[in-house]
């Protein structure tokens, strides 16, 4: 399955980058979804993006991307292509256009992972003109390559999300997204003496370093100067993070379920192969016994129409029994006019001796709104509910259940005979339970002697 991992590069700016499944990844084919390649002179670096035909899906495409054109990566330049000529053909150091597209005999199937990047409500850029957002591996000599270098402007529209959620106290409203090549897939594929392979056309045949990570940047574009239809930039780094190729907790995912033993929810951490408690146990001891705490953060939101709200958000906290689950009840406020309602939940493992954290989240859709609403469902039993009291006794046992069928009949018999021909007549009667009372009755039995005629 899919596994994030979130990166914080400022108060207002979250980066979740989604690492594709490794047994059933994201794919799509070089045919249907064409990668272009730009050699930078200036950097010695390389750009990786799609074609603008598959701008919808890929969102990572050459009108998007800004450039470095200095060796320090200070100074940058957009590709916009709404210009008579784009700068990749006036600038030598730059691949020109018709050399941009990358054929491969035969076509390639490229796993892709996924990068989205959320802003808080209200974020007004902080002054910049705008962002570039990098995503970099390095070559086996060291030299960053751009997975995607996109450019995002403050006069750009983002994302809205239909359903805000909150993280660490902030409120991410709106995103962009764009994919890019998986790395580790990239990686593990390279082969030094085979030219169709992407990775050693990204990397012009050098492979990237040994077990290589991801560098996830933001750049914050501090000034725009527009010179014959171009825009150059001066730019100022507002933060980087590295993260490992894959995500080595894929094994570890968020869970909300409907309970088994009741009308709630059960809201816990799930891991393959093992348990959670022994999940955060190996945690404390790769970590040399940092303190870890784990954030059970559950939002509510109802669908009324077409739209959804948030009408509850709640945050549990758990330090111990990490094996058994949050329960939780939602309340749905508007359960007579919501059509459905979203759990969305976020687990969160926080080690309080670093401050780094791994996040998790899973989302459930239910319908049974009415189930959830204010008040429960209550049966009229009537105005004055009456207990009925059901007696369970025997009758009196006075022998008069032993019937013998044709008394002349035993004249000048032994007892042995005459019993074997008495009838005994059995009467069965209803049993009941009463959980209020329950009563018995004695009755005394009456034997009679039956003496024995000699004849």
Known sequence: MESSRYVQLSADILVEYVYTSQANPAVYNTAAFPIEILRDGHTGGSYLWNAASVQSTMGNYRDRTAVAINSSKSQWVSLNTSFGVPYNDFDPKLTPTP?????????????????RVYFTSGYAFDAFDGLIFEILAKRSDGVELNLAAVNYLKTDTPIFMPDPFLLAGRLYSTYIEFLVPSVFFMNNSFDPNDSNGLAFRLTQGRGLIGTPYITVRATGIR????????????????????????????????????????????????????????FIIQLIASSGGADFVVFHEITVSEQI?????????????????????ILFRPIILNSANAVSFNLDYTLRLYNRSDGTQIIKRATLSSFDVKKYGRRLMKINLGTVPSVARVYNQLQPDDGRRIVISDSSSLSGQTSDRQAQQLVVRTRYITGFRDRVNVKAAIAPAVVKTITESNG
Do not use: M, W
């Open 99 to 115: 050399q941009l597209p990358q054929v491969f005999s035969p076509n390639l199937d490229i796993e892709y992972d996924r990068v």
């Open 223 to 278: 000034s725009t100067t527009v010179t014959n239809g171009y825009s150059f930039y001066e730019i100022e780094e507002i933060n980087s993070v590295s993260i490992l190729n894959r995500d080595i907790y894929d094994n570890l995912f968020a869970q909300v379920i409907e309970s088994q033993g009741g009308d709630y929810y059960e809201l816990s951490g799930q891991v393959a192969g093992s348990s959670f408690s022994d």
């Open 305 to 325: 129409g077409t739209i959804f709200t948030q009408t509850s958000n709640q945050v549990f906290t758990q330090t111990s029994g990490f094996d058994d689950p």
